[in-house]
């Protein structure tokens, strides 16, 4: 459930970026909704200045992205979890604390790390707003498919 939302949200987003008529303004918009998105299931902050993020490491509430311009919370990225419904509920219950707080560590990495990455991504267009005649090997709608149950 909690990858639904995670690649539901990705999948319309990289749609929305490759349509023809999308300037490189609506690409900005588009991934900072994206990011925004991400940043708030988990509660997420940033980006931090270097002596931001260093307050936040010394706690443990607070996930740091790999590049530390980003956090998560842990315990709203728990309450997250607590809300996904029954079955989720019932999987929880059986885990172990360690094990729950290790699954609720990734997950908010996920998202932080995610949200992180998108700020690096730059939307280019050429001067009559056409997309680059080299095309990537992968297109980002190839990267993330969402399945169907």
Same mark, same amino acid.
């Given at each position: 459930?909690?990858?639904?939302?995670?690649?539901?949200?990705?999948?319309?987003?990289?749609?929305?970026?490759?349509?023809?008529?999308?300037?490189?303004?609506?690409?900005?918009?588009? /991934?900072?909704?994206? @990011?925004?998105?991400?940043? !708030?299931? +988990?509660?997420?902050?940033?980006?931090?200045? *270097?002596?931001?993020?260093?307050?936040?490491?010394?706690?443990?509430?607070?996930?740091?992205?790999?590049?530390?311009?980003?956090?998560?919370?842990?315990?709203?990225?728990?309450?997250?979890?607590?809300?996904?419904?029954? /079955?989720?509920?019932? @999987?929880?219950?059986?885990? !172990?604390? +360690?094990?729950?707080?290790?699954?609720?560590? *990734?997950?908010?990495?996920?998202?932080?790390?995610?949200?992180?990455?998108?700020?690096?991504?730059?939307?280019?267009?050429?001067?009559?707003?056409?997309?680059?005649?080299?095309?990537?090997?992968?297109?980002?709608?190839? /990267?993330?498919?969402?399945?169907?149950?």
């Amino acid at each position: 459930m909690v990858i639904n939302h995670f690649a539901a949200r990705a999948t319309i987003t990289l749609k929305q970026l490759q349509g023809h008529r999308v300037t490189v303004c609506q690409q900005r918009a588009y /991934l900072l909704s994206l @990011k925004t998105f991400y940043l !708030s299931i +988990v509660n997420g902050k940033g980006p931090f200045e *270097e002596f931001e993020s260093n307050e936040l490491d010394s706690d443990d509430k607070w996930l740091l992205s790999s590049c530390r311009r980003y956090a998560g919370s842990h315990k709203k990225s728990r309450d997250f979890f607590l809300n996904q419904g029954s /079955l989720v509920m019932a @999987k929880m219950e059986q885990m !172990s604390e +360690v094990d729950i707080d290790f699954l609720v560590k *990734e997950v908010t990495k996920l998202f932080v790390e995610a949200a992180a990455r998108i700020s690096r991504i730059v939307g280019e267009r050429d001067a009559n707003n056409e997309i680059s005649d080299e095309l990537p090997a992968v297109l980002p709608n190839e /990267l993330v498919r969402l399945e169907h149950s």
